[in-house]
């Protein structure tokens, strides 16, 4: 195999990981939320079965919880679907982030000054305008930091895909090195995460700035 | 007769923070609150703008009944959307500014306007920068609560307060959290609003600003209203031994 398809085979699988990173954060950003107002819910038993869930995707391996995902329906219900391999990954990385995602959001919710509330309940400002105008866009700024975590986590987290026998970058990277007998795909997977998250940490790094304009 | 509240109980778990007040504010009055921490002055003015709910007692506005209770039983309030209409009747300043730091102070004193009472957004700015112009504010329009000092801040709040619109604005402790060389301004400004007959209650420790600016003087303590009056009686012959007790100690 020459290096050009070598490059180019892996090029793809580089692509399906990108894939990965971008479905599973547009997923589980807006689901950490609905946790997130699930475990805060006034009702006990909603909130308790939340916590319960939480703990359990934060207590158990990513790799676990994706093939519990991909093999569950049949083993429990007996169902096989078709085409369900990618469905499954991106439910497996989507519920876990989210899960993290939630945790994050509500000690950012938590640390909230009361006075914010009250202030924008005086005010008149309904519970939504509160939230959406008043306390999100602070709290963004304050769990940012701890985002730009997760999110880096996330780009190497993706390799975890190849459990399902998914051929993302590092899938590629094993298949190839055990069949040409050549260490090159570790480098080039390893150049290419690096590369990834520099990148993350980049942009992550301009939104913060973007946001210190106040204190 | 602008509020009313009558007969107001109101508990903290065990603790009964305040007992049987009574207070009543016209149009254009002044009334300072004044008397020891724990006293339940900030009780008082929470109650009057809903941030607590009284256990008892009856709360009015403008005539417009907000809570009151049946014989016997525990304080009723009126549907959500009566109270929403209430608190467009008052304005609150607290006493750590509570402004929100990820709006410019221009954003600060109109967002409410345009957000909540729906008013024309030029019309509710052009107000906004008269407003801060009457802060002495106009070069701070652009800038955000962080670049602020503590007495700035707080003419801010006044000012967002002001936009709505209120018949009668509540200060709670509005001077406590900044420097002593701070307060002065913002006295100034409540000085000048009781000038323009400004209805106000206002929770304070400034004793001698209480004297010069009220109407009237309300002396709490231990959740009691122990002395109420014109402000030269209060301070200058006080009828009760507390008051006697807790002007001494201020003035020492």
């Not at chain 1, 519990?68 to 469905?87: E, N, Q």
Request: proline share 4%; hydrophobic share 45%; aromatic share 12%.
């Amino acid at each position: 195999m020459t290096l050009t398809t070598m490059l180019t085979t892996m090029g793809a699988g580089m692509l399906r990981t990108i894939g990965i990173f971008f479905l599973t954060l547009i997923g589980s950003l807006p689901l950490g939320m609905v946790i997130m107002f699930g475990r805060k819910s006034k009702n006990r038993v909603l909130s308790a079965i939340v916590k319960g869930f939480i703990s359990i995707i934060r207590g158990t391996p990513l790799m676990l919880q994706l093939l519990v995902w991909y093999f569950g329906p049949y083993y429990l219900f007996g169902w096989s679907i078709k085409g369900y391999r990618y469905p499954a990954i991106l439910i497996g990385f989507i519920v876990n982030y989210a899960c993290y995602f939630a945790e994050i959001y509500r000690g950012g919710i938590e640390a909230m000054d009361r006075g914010q509330y009250e202030a924008a309940e005086i005010l008149g400002y309904s519970k939504s305008q509160t939230f959406f105008l008043i306390i999100l866009p602070q709290v963004i700024k304050t769990i940012l930091p701890s985002i730009t975590n997760e999110v880096i986590t996330l780009v190497k987290d993706t390799s975890l895909a190849f459990t399902l026998a998914y051929q993302e970058v590092f899938s590629l990277a094993k298949q190839i090195s055990a069949s040409e007998t050549s260490f090159t795909p570790f480098v080039v997977a390893g150049i290419f995460y690096f590369v990834a998250n520099y990148v993350v940490a980049y942009v992550m790094d301009r939104i913060e700035k973007s946001m210190s304009f106040y204190s | 007769m602008i509020l009313e509240m009558k007969n107001i109980e109101k508990h903290f778990e065990d603790c009964e923070v305040l007992h049987d007040i009574s207070l009543s504010v016209d149009s254009g009055e002044v009334v300072s609150i004044i008397g020891p921490s724990g006293s339940g002055k900030s009780t008082l003015l929470r109650c009057a703008t809903f941030l607590e709910k009284i256990d008892r007692g009856f709360i009015s506005y403008k005539g417009e009944t907000v809570a009151h209770t049946p014989d016997g039983a525990k304080a009723e309030y009126v549907s959500r959307k009566e109270i929403a209409k209430a608190k467009n009747y008052f304005g609150l300043v607290f006493q750590n500014f509570n402004l929100f730091p990820h709006y410019s102070v221009l954003k600060n004193v109109m967002d409410a306007p345009v957000t909540v009472q729906k008013r024309d957004r030029k019309e509710a700015e052009a107000e906004a920068v008269k407003l801060l112009g009457k802060m002495g504010l106009s070069d701070k329009a652009n800038a955000y609560p962080c670049q602020l000092s503590g007495g700035q801040k707080q003419r801010v709040a006044i000012a967002r307060a002001l936009a709505m619109n209120p018949d009668i604005l509540f200060f709670d402790e509005p001077t406590s959290a900044l420097d002593p060389e701070l307060t002065g301004e913002v006295l100034k400004i409540i000085r000048q609003l009781a000038d323009e007959k400004m209805t106000m209650v206002i929770v304070t420790h400034e004793m001698n600003f209480a004297r010069a600016v009220s109407n009237r003087v309300i002396f709490m303590d231990g959740g009691y209203i122990v002395e109420e009056g014109d402000p030269e009686e209060v301070f200058g012959n006080p009828k009760q031994e507390r008051t006697r007790q807790f002007l001494q100690n201020y003035n020492q």
